[in-house]
């Protein structure tokens, strides 16, 4: 056994929080403050490959395991979710639908141009009647003259509506009970995207309600097999679980950082308050369920990497760090005092950033009852 990541891991994660710290650190809190997407970041992380990590290099990304994949989220998410959810989504759940369902074909067309960062792509499977049941889509599609007329919405769908997004992968009803995926490009006549709505944290993350109205796409948009869509989302949803809870630990990881390093610089009583016990505790909890967490999100990528299943450890892992994100950022805050509470103080935004991590890609409710399943109940 040999719980060693290789230097190639060890050099990628140097890199990318090499990036993190001295390109997004410093704007993170203007970004947030301002609602404002980060396209000169999207950019900077396209030249470094990190927009479409696991996608082989013959159609433009990186080739990297899934564990690289991992710890590059927690990188960046350990200074800015924003930045982390928008490289994320953009991967697991924009481009991996294409290129894990597409023909070769539709993968030519669509997945080399978002693999190298170029545009970016959404999924959208949630509908305002369509949430955690995400089988229960309303919106529908039908086959009419050699086109795909599709008619509904979609709710919170993360990167459908920057200025460099190419396209949307929907699911839709395409028959009686059968869902499939469908790729709608932006621009497309019907297609309408509304402003960005306005949240509690990822401000700088975009986040849209679509809506579609005989909107016409050629047949050839679908994705695999028709009525695959549900089995295939259920995958993408497994794979993405990886990105949330890799996002929970970067986040449980940073609001440590903030507060081990603002403990050992606030005095009161005539001390460093990091020498008062019940803060060295609070830290050492944090820090031990820091190294349980990352050991199951590694142990889910690790897994997926073998192409062994995974969805049991995911679904773990990301209920897991969820939870511990929302116990660490809570924590840190307190030891930050009147300050956490402050705008000007990094852990705010945590703070804020860290509740959809419980909520996203399946709620903590949900999470258990996927886990549950795979118990056999
Ligand atoms: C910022 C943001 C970005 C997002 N990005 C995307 C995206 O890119 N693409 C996309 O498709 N979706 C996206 N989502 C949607 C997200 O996945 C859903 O919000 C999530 O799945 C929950 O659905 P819901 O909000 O409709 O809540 P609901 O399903 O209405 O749940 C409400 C509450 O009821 C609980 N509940 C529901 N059913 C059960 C049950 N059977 N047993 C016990 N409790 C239950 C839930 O756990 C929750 O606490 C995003 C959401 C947000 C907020």
Known sequence: MNLDLTDEHELLRRTVRDFAVERVGPV???????????????????ELGLMGMTIPEEYGGAGTDTVSYAIAVEELTRVDSSVAITMAAHHSLGTLPIYLFGSDEQKREWVPELASGEKLAAFGL????????????????????????????KMFITNAGTDITACVTITAVTGEDEISNIVVPNGTDGYEIAPPM????????????????????????????????????????????????????????????????YARERKQFGKPIASFQAIQFQLADMATEIEAGRNMVYKAAWLKDQNRPFGREAAMAKLYTGELSHRAANAALQIHGGYGFMDEYAISRLYRDQKILEIGEGTNEVQRMVIAKHLGF
């Open 28 to 46: 993170a809190e203007a970004l947030d403050r301002e609602h404002r997407f980060p396209y000169e970041l999207v950019k900077e992380m396209a």
């Open 198 to 261: 306005q949240k509690l944290g990822w401000r700088a993350s975009d986040t849209r309600e679509l809506s579609f109205r005989d909107v016409r796409v050629p047949e050839g948009n679908l994705l695999g097999p028709p009525g695959k869509g549900f089995q295939q989302f259920l995958e993408i949803l497994d794979g993405g679980r990886i990105s949330v809870a890799a996002m929970g630990l970067g986040l449980a990881q940073g609001a440590y950082d903030l507060a081990s390093e």
């Open 126 to 153: 949630t509908e305002p009647e369509a949430g955690s049941d995400a089988g229960a889509s309303r919106t529908r599609a039908e086959l009419e003259d050699g086109e795909w007329v599709v008619n509904g919405s």
